[in-house]
T-cell receptor, first 113, second 112 residues
Framework: SAVISQKPSRDICQRGTSLTIQCQVD?????MFWYRQQPGQSLTLIAT?????????ESGFVIDKFPISRPNLTFSTLTVSNLSPEDSSIYLC??????????FGSGTQLSVL | DAKTTQPPSMDCAEGRAANLPCNHS???????VYWYRQIHSQGPQYIIH???NNETNEMASLIITEDRKSSTLILPHATLRDTAVYYC?????????????FGGGTRLMVKP
């Protein structure tokens, strides 16, 4: 199973600023996924990040608001830009193994004041 | 991906079997059934998955009906630490890595 380290685990940010979340995996993976979980809700996929190409965003999510980097096969970042209180959520990165199982990081709890 | 329907919440007595149902009546022939759980404030944890045969591992058993339109996750001896939200997901897996779509899940409360 993949071990995922996600940082920071939580942050409190002022509106209008940005937060960059890092996701480090202990093995090389092709696909990395970023999810958002709003308070009391299920998980919603933001985007899929492939190494060497632009991320693929789901409906309702745009690159200007959620830029993603994927510089190599073990690392990705998600930036949440121009923060507003509505961005207060848990953000999770995940990776997929060869059998289609997803493994998740422990999440980043973001609060926007 | 096909949609799933789960009861929003269930209770179970500690030490008893927890049987969590899931309906996936529009499942396609190449779609697997996956179960994950999320304990408060943590990332979801993989439990088990299957295609048509029943599956068992150290955490749980998965029973899939013959027509594959529904399944049941069984935790044979529920403990207080099994209190979590359980997600049933159907997904066609291929090398393109189709994403998992999470529904509302079932909030399982294991009571002493």
């Amino acid at each position: 199973s993949a071990v995922i380290s996600q940082k920071p685990s939580r942050d409190i940010c002022q509106r209008g600023t940005s937060l960059t979340i890092q996701c480090q995996v202990d093995s090389q993976v092709t696909m990395m996924f970023w999810y958002r979980q709003q308070p009391g809700q299920s998980l919603t996929l933001i985007a899929t990040a492939n190494q060497g190409s632009e991320a693929t965003y789901e409906s309702g999510f745009v690159i200007d608001k959620f830029p993603i980097s994927r510089p190599n096969l073990t690392f990705s970042t998600l930036t949440v830009s121009n923060l507003s209180p509505e961005d207060s959520s848990i953000y999770l990165c995940s990776v997929e193994d060869a059998r289609g199982k997803l493994f998740f990081g422990s999440g980043t709890q973001l609060s926007v004041l | 991906d096909a949609k799933t329907t789960q009861p929003p919440s269930m209770d179970c007595a500690e030490g008893r079997a927890a049987n969590l149902p899931c309906n996936h009546s529009t499942i396609s022939g190449n779609e697997y059934v996956y179960w994950y759980r999320q304990i408060h404030s943590q990332g979801p944890q993989y439990i088990i998955h299957g295609l048509k045969n029943n599956e068992t591992n150290e955490m749980a058993s998965l029973i899939i009906t013959e027509d594959r339109k529904s399944s049941t996750l069984i935790l044979p001896h529920a403990t207080l630490r099994d209190t979590a939200v359980y997600y049933c997901i159907v997904r066609a897996y291929n090398n393109a890595g189709n994403m998992l779509t999470f529904g509302g899940g079932t909030r399982l409360m294991v009571k002493p």
